[in-house]
């Protein structure tokens, strides 16, 4: 294996990548995680690999929504657990009631072990789907276990890297569903009431911050939530226009295009710059 | 698992990942490798998962090199081995003397090995770079070591699915150099002198197929060749038409509007249409 340099333009990227083969290596991650990865990967790409504002303002709004919620839950893959378990202990400390749920696609006793291993050792409480005692109706694979006081009653749920088949059975139960996902046309995105264009450590980050927000300042902004159709449309625009803009504009940084936009760009920005792919 | 439908709309794809998944359990695949795939399933998936006539060009001009260059040689990784090493046989029996040769990012003895016996199973013959005797300057990495006989000494390399640092290499060499790449913006199709921005096996029967008309009408047809430059901006183009649809003009069909074009589409189609991802 090359050595990654800290010089590289796109070192966070590919110490994610590095990071996720290991914990396929180690059996965390199914080769099916893998494959899903590199597709985010390359939509993150056309994003710029940072928080576009509209992004920013969905984080908000899910801040809000998880913390008015009766029975918030986050619901925790292989790929989620490799990639920011961190992530999500913090997201639980600052939305309180937040339960996490594991739920595999590739469900084995042994995955679910270290899944959670991975969460509990990096800081959450009271772990939910270890010993699933329920179903989301119209899911035929495993991914229908959950748990009957974590997901199976929630009125908000976050969904991050999920697969559409259980995004669209979750709000056909009647669950409020936020998605995490990097890809605007997925099923995923597009069956979510509040979806989420962006990268799952970016995107924990700035759901956690402005949870934190409304709460020392005792609720959120006002102003209207951008809807879901707005959300979408927006992260294609972006990803379209650096796109044509092609190896010339891109060399100058993603996303550059959209930052002489009216919105500004937020400055929580942990992506780098620039390419080569 | 799931088992996957025919009639899914795009069975295609979903079967080929679940073969390059199955592909990385028995070690044939890196882990990055599988990274590497999904990131190319979302270009593909911008691309419309079909051929574009400037892709069918670029084969049928792949093709007319291959066939009047002293030493071609096909570079071939875990991924290439694992996706469509039948096509490789095919392409070998269609353009004469073409070399084959295993080069690995992952180089292990197993891994070396394991590749080489999918190809030969495949039909390959005298497949070079299993005792690399070379080294193509300016890498560090075990994908600089190559057969002398083969990519050392080759006029003409076709390399699919390579990584940007081993084609600039290459053409440092003074190797002309035919990338195959789903990614309009990465550096080896950027690097390539010719570069074909299409899925692997749709690319391999392309310049296989051309290469046979070719030598039974005693030659390429007359018509100036598309530059580089243009081949990756039609691709970028398309891909960046298909995103700003956004859901309902893929819907629709993927690579829809790129139809109406006055270039017409290829007839040789294997991608499946349509979303969801």
Not at 24 to 49: M, T
Not at 140 to 165: H, W
Not at 185 to 207: F, K, M, N, Q, Y
Request: proline share 6%; aromatic share 2%; charged share 25%.
């Amino acid at each position: 294996m090359t050595r990654l340099s800290r010089r590289h333009p796109r070192y966070r990227s590919l110490r994610v990548r590095a990071r996720l083969a290991a914990a396929s290596r180690s059996g965390l991650v199914a080769p099916e995680g893998l494959i899903a990865h590199g597709r985010g990967e390359a939509f993150d790409y056309f994003l710029g690999e940072r928080t576009r504002p509209s992004a920013a303002r969905a984080q908000s709004e899910a801040a809000r929504w998880l913390l008015a919620a009766r029975h918030p839950v986050v619901s925790v893959n292989g790929n989620v657990a490799a990639l920011d378990a961190p992530g999500i202990a913090r997201l639980q400390r600052a939305v309180p009631g937040l339960r996490v749920e594991v739920n595999l696609f590739h469900r084995t006793p042994e995955r679910v072990a270290r899944v959670a291993r991975r969460l509990q050792k990096a800081g959450v409480t009271g772990l939910l789907g270890l010993h699933p005692d329920a179903r989301i109706p119209g899911l035929a694979s495993d991914r229908a276990k959950v748990s009957r006081a974590g997901t199976f009653s929630a009125d908000v749920a976050l969904i991050p890297l999920e697969d559409g088949d259980r995004a669209e059975a979750l709000r056909a139960h009647g669950t409020r569903v936020i998605a995490i996902d990097l890809n605007p046309l997925s099923r995923t995105a597009r069956a979510a009431d509040l979806p989420i264009v962006d990268e799952l450590g970016r995107a924990l980050a700035g759901i956690a911050a402005a949870a934190k927000r409304q709460r020392s300042r005792g609720g959120a902004r006002r102003g209207r939530a951008p809807s879901a159709e707005a959300l979408l449309a927006d992260a294609r625009r972006t990803m379209a226009g650096n796109l044509t803009q092609g190896p010339e504009g891109r060399r100058r940084r993603p996303g550059a295009r959209a930052r002489g936009s009216a919105e500004g760009e937020t400055s929580r920005r942990t992506g780098a710059a620039g390419p080569p792919v």
